[in-house]
Nanobody
């Protein structure tokens, strides 16, 4: 059974950084394309970043270029998302997702491309 566990969320002040982690159990995450998404109540789930299985390709939403960094740690079997210079509008429930099959280009920012999802980790940015 494929299982993803999101962690690293919390309450942070604007301007700080935060690293979210997506850990896989019972499968090897490096074989999967992975995406990070976020959602606020009343709005659709939004893709913020994704990484190919070989880590050769990374993509970010147009609105967040430069503030997000996605990376793999194959020894830990994780994919992490670092958010720099946090803003109140970053407040959301963040989810990681995985797909065994390659997701071409920026389509990896689309939630319908993924079969497996973590439970979400809440990020709240406030003074």
């Amino acid at each position: 059974q494929v299982q993803l566990v999101d962690s690293g969320g919390g309450l942070v002040q604007p301007g700080n950084s935060l690293t979210l982690s997506c850990e896989a159990s019972r499968f090897t995450l490096r074989h999967y394309a992975v995406g990070w998404f976020r959602q606020v109540p009343g709005r659709d789930r939004e893709g913020v970043s994704c990484i190919s299985s070989d880590a050769a390709n990374t993509y970010y939403s147009d609105d967040e270029q430069g503030r997000f960094t996605i990376f793999r740690d194959n020894l830990k079997n994780t994919v992490s998302l670092k958010i720099h210079n946090l803003k109140p509008e970053d407040t959301a429930l963040y989810y990681c997702s995985a797909n065994l099959y390659p997701v071409p280009g920026r389509r990896c920012l689309a939630s319908e491309e993924y079969a497996y999802w973590g439970q979400g980790t809440q990020v709240t940015v406030a003074s």
